[in-house]
């Protein structure tokens, strides 16, 4: 799935199950963009520095987030803040987190409730986007009432 296609997979997920919810409207914003770093970081070299097939996308959240920053979004200047700093976070999960709890600890700390719950929503939708492209079809070509 190519990625305008997979975010908008993660935002039509989070409007099915997420939505209704007392959520910020920053976690709207960041789902919207939170892979958004991946246009700047696309490579087809491995981790070995080997050419492959496979596009990679490292670090692709750091870009997202400073991108983030500069669209004017219908947000507050902390909001805003909020959105990047999901995008900045939005890979711990997989990278840190399911490997350590102490490191999911410390970023709940860091983040605070508020964020740590907004991030974990992020990462459900990020991963279930990927479950079921006909979901994303069928947004994309949903006609608005």
Known sequence: MDVDKHMYGAYYYYTKFFKTSDYPKYLERAILLHDIGKKFCKTYYNRKGELCDKAHYYQH???GAYFALGIQFDLSEQDK???ALLINYHM???EAWKDSKK???KDKALLGDELY???KVLHTCDEQSEQDPEFVKEFLNRKED
């Open 61 to 63: 959240a750091n870009p």
């Open 81 to 83: 803040y909020n959105a």
């Open 92 to 94: 711990r999960p997989l």
């Open 103 to 105: 490191a999911e600890e």
């Open 117 to 119: 719950n907004c991030l």
